[in-house]
């Protein structure tokens, strides 16, 4: 299959039963090196906090740590949770990171809190007030990012984000809901759409809303839009959907309100058994949504989507109990998209 579009990968440092969460940090890492040599565009890692399943709390760092062990691939949070934090703070911490490695940042941003209420007071007492604030940090970001003048009469506007440079940032808003996608067709910026949290609704109106009230800007003259889909490939797809058991579990246990690490198969496999029968239900309900197969079973799926929904591009995340099979998974699409060779 030849290359369609491209693809990238998001990571979320996902907490594994058995594993110490420093390892997941180190994996996340190795697992960007990886999909530089299968040829991925993007590799983007996210924010939480307090989240027993998702342990990468600060994009930032390990932003920096994957930069000085890649040499291509481009490198992006999924995003900077702005509400948290002061737009000037991560601008300058956006700068560093374009010196690090120069062209080859994004810095995605959201409005969400990527944790609960009081966990959002514990990172910002301003909380409750600062999502309200989100465009118009999106605005002073921008324009400390690219060294450019703020709005008249801003009371910060002789602040400047050092370092400066040749290069800088590639701004991205991402968002579940309409909002984000207004967000950035009001400030012409590349949209993301999480279609894996919201298993896709409300992402094709989402996507559609931004298209039509996009405003073309000198940097993004037409708008760029994407998807990030869940998705894991095996050798066939009864491996496959093995190991997506871990996963399955997890997210019918996220809408009990019960996270955790995530368990092997088998341990999930026993749990799935005790299961109301309405929950089994769901689960397989959940297997047949899911992008899971075989590398061609899956890359069809997710090029189906893409011209379905009319994105440009897409990005996929992928959890796993194993580590070399969530590595693999990302080799089998490589190859099934024609941009890895096969092994």
Known sequence: MSRPFRLSVLDQSIAVAGRPHD???????????????????????SEHHNHPTIVGTAPEIVMAAIAATTERIRIGSAG???PHYSPFKVAEVFRVLDALAPGRIDLGLGRAPGSDGRTAFALNPAANE????????????IAWVHNEPLVDRHPFAAVKA????????????LGSSD??????????????????????????????????????????PE??????????????????QYHFTSRALSRIQRDKGVMGPLLSPNEAANVVKTLAPY???KLEQF??????????EVAARITELKERVGVDEMAVVTWTHDEEVRRQSYALLAQAYGFAPAR
């Open 130 to 141: 600062r999502p309200e604030h989100f465009p118009a940090d999106v605005r002073d970001l």
């Open 287 to 296: 297997r047949k949504d899911s992008f899971v197969g075989t590398g061609p």
């Open 179 to 220: 909002y984000g996608a207004q967000v950035a067709a009001l400030f012409g910026l590349p949209y993301c759409y999480a279609w894996f949290f919201s298993d896709g609704a409300g992402g094709e109106r989402a996507i559609d809303l931004y298209k039509r009230s996009y405003r073309p800007g000198a940097r993004h």
């Open 223 to 240: 708008p760029r839009s994407g998807l990030c889909v869940w998705a894991l490939a095996a050798e066939t797809m009864d491996e496959a």
């Open 80 to 82: 900077i949770m702005l």
């Open 23 to 45: 390892q997941s940090i180190r994996n996340t890492v190795a697992l960007a090196q990886h999909c530089e040599t299968l040829g991925y565009e993007r590799f983007w890692v």
């Open 162 to 173: 050092f370092p400066q440079g040749d290069t800088a940032p590639e701004v991205w808003i």
């Open 279 to 281: 929950e089994q239900a």
